[in-house]
């Protein structure tokens, strides 16, 4: 059963750093694209950040440009997203998503994405 599982969220003052993963399960993460999102209660999912299959593109969404970096590494079937300097402004539920088409050469870093995870919280409260 394919499945993605987030964790490494929780609460952090502002200024603090969080590192959130994305670890696959019952299939091969190579042939992925990934996305990360985030959601506040009563707003839309966010796409905030996105990682091409080999991890040689990456786009951020501004807002988090220069803080947030994401990463993967495939033998280990593993997406990150290291977050920086966090605001109070990035706390919400944080979602990885994948999608089996292959981004590494042209158009866009992101994707619609058919499978999601589950969820993680991050807050960020002094």
């Known amino acids: 059963q394919l499945q993605l599982v987030e964790s490494g969220g929780g609460l952090v003052q502002p200024g603090g750093s969080l590192r959130l993963s994305c670890a696959a399960s019952?299939?091969?993460?190579?042939?992925?694209?990934v996305g990360w999102f985030r959601q506040v209660p009563g707003a839309g999912r966010e796409g905030v950040a996105c990682?091409?299959?080999?991890?040689?593109?990456?786009y951020y969404i501004d807002s988090v440009k220069g803080r947030f970096t994401v990463s993967r590494d495939n033998s280990k079937n593993t997406v990150w997203l290291q977050m920086n300097s966090l605001k109070p402004e990035d706390t919400a539920v944080y979602y990885c998503?994948?999608?089996?088409?292959?981004?590494?050469?042209?158009?866009?870093?992101?994707?619609?994405?058919?499978?999601w995870g589950q969820g993680t919280q991050v807050t960020v409260s002094s």
């Open positions: 998503a994948a999608d089996r088409f292959n981004t590494d050469s042209s158009g866009p870093v992101c994707h619609l994405y058919d499978y």
């Open positions: 990682i091409s299959n080999s991890g040689n593109r990456t």
């Open positions: 019952g299939f091969t993460l190579d042939y992925y694209a």
